[in-house]
Structures are given as structure tokens and as C-alpha cells.
């Protein structure tokens, strides 16, 4: 899902939350992400919080920041629902 969250926040100006099946699943979303990001855009992220055994893995791109989750993580943290004030543009499933 890609949030417009411009007008709730100061932190960034969109979203992107992902969820995978897997802890292989979560690394394998991070990594490619990050390759394409950095291979088709040469576009690194300013940080990078979190790790696939903990479920929920964070990239800053400054203006966009992506959130991948295992979907137990999803749920338990449960963001669509608190930033359900967000503009959603593309949502997937």
C-alpha cells in the first residue's frame, strides 16, 4: 500500500507498507527494493532500521519510507489503521 501522508506529517510525504509471508520473504522484499532502488535510480537510503528476524525491516528514503513486515508484525503494529488519515494511492493485494 502507498499512503499520501502529506498532509498528517512533518516525517516524510508517503508511505509504503508491504508485508510478507516469510522471514526469507521480508529480506528477499528488502533487498530488492534496495538493489532497485540503488541500480535503476542510484538512490540509497538515508537508514535503514530493523531486520527480517525481527519482522518489521524500515528503509528512509527521506520524502518516502518503507515499511516490509512479516505479516504477523503487520498486524500486531497494525499502521494502516493508525494512519488511516492517509491519502491511499495504490494499494495491492
Do not use: K, T
Amino acid at each position: 500500500m502507498l499512503l499520501d501522508i502529506r498532509q498528517l506529517s512533518s516525517v516524510a510525504d508517503y508511505f509504503v507498507l508491504c508485508s510478507a509471508a516469510s522471514e526469507r520473504q521480508v529480506s528477499a522484499v528488502v533487498r530488492d527494493i534496495l538493489a532497485g532502488l540503488r541500480n535503476e535510480h542510484q538512490v540509497r537510503p538515508l537508514r535503514v532500521e530493523g531486520q527480517a528476524s525481527s519482522g518489521w525491516v524500515l528503509l528512509d528514503y527521506g520524502d518516502v519510507v518503507a515499511h516490509v513486515f512479516a505479516n504477523a508484525q503487520r498486524e500486531f503494529y497494525e499502521l494502516d489503521d493508525l494512519w488511516s488519515g492517509a491519502v491511499p494511492l495504490v494499494r495491492v493485494q
